[in-house]
């Protein structure tokens, strides 16, 4: 009993620990997204953003395709894996890689804008400010599109 009191105190730290570590980041309306938003959101679809992790500073670019496969391009580099979604988690492999790292995804208003975050070990790791079908920007690779949530809130 003592041990599944301490489990739960310790989930609800660490929770308010993400919710505190964001919103100084001055993001507001902050909403995670479940299974169906983010398949909605990263399947078959390219997302431009900035990465702010310790050493990675800069521009990012991710595409992730419906077949389970990823790429990322970051600092004039390309980087490839497969993804999936399981348990409001969203898991990457690197190609060279033997685990998936998980992270969650949220939406958020920031500066009067609608941005999607990624969120991992309670840190802000990444804020997308635009999102493309990939089947578009190989076919002309240059029509953008909108994307909604089911929560009615649009990128």
């Not at 894996?81 to 033997?98: F, I, Q, S």
Request: with cysteine; hydrophobic share 30%; net charge positive.
């Amino acid at each position: 009993m003592k041990l599944r009191l301490y489990a739960v105190v310790t989930i609800l730290l660490l929770s308010f620990n993400i919710n505190a570590d964001i919103s100084q980041s001055g993001i507001t309306n902050l909403q995670q997204l479940g299974n169906q938003d983010m398949v909605g959101l990263i399947s078959g679809n390219k997302l431009t953003g900035f990465i702010s992790d310790g050493p990675l500073e800069g521009p990012i670019t991710q595409s992730f395709y419906k077949d389970g496969k990823y790429e990322t391009i970051f600092n004039n580099k390309i980087y490839t894996g497969t993804w999936k979604v399981e348990g409001k988690k969203h898991c990457t492999k690197g190609k060279n890689k033997t685990d998936f790292g998980c992270f969650y995804w949220y939406t958020g208003v920031k500066d009067g804008g609608t941005y999607a975050y990624v969120v991992a070990q309670g840190k802000l790791l990444h804020q997308y400010h635009a999102v493309e079908s990939a089947t578009q920007v190989v076919e002309s690779n240059t029509q953008s599109s909108k994307y909604c949530w089911s929560n009615g809130i649009c990128l």
